[in-house]
């Protein structure tokens, strides 16, 4: 059985995957109801920035960032 931890890298890695690849909807998909930390979230749009589309740094950018009290 998988761990949070592992659970959570294989969700960040598909991530990465689903914005590599341009998909709007899938990446809406994986990040229903995820808080992130400013960390992973800078990271991601880095990321999207290389690929230029701007949907996918607008689903990005409107991502919650946790809080010191959620961690």
């Known amino acids: 059985m998988e ?3 592992d659970q959570s890298m294989n969700n960040f890695a598909a ?12 990446l809406k ?12 979230k800078s990271y991601l749009i880095d ?3 290389i690929g230029n589309n701007h ?3 607008k689903i990005l950018e409107d991502i ?3 809080t010191q009290e959620q961690q």
Not at 29 to 40: P, R, T
Request: net charge negative; hydrophobic share 40%; aromatic share 0%.
């Open 3 to 5: 761990n949070n931890n």
């Open 64 to 66: 919650p960032v946790e």
């Open 47 to 49: 990321l999207a920035k």
């Open 29 to 40: 998909e994986l990040l229903a109801g995820q808080v992130m930390q400013e960390l992973e």
């Open 55 to 57: 949907a996918i740094l």
């Open 15 to 26: 991530i990465k995957t689903t914005i590599a690849n341009n998909e709007e909807q899938r």
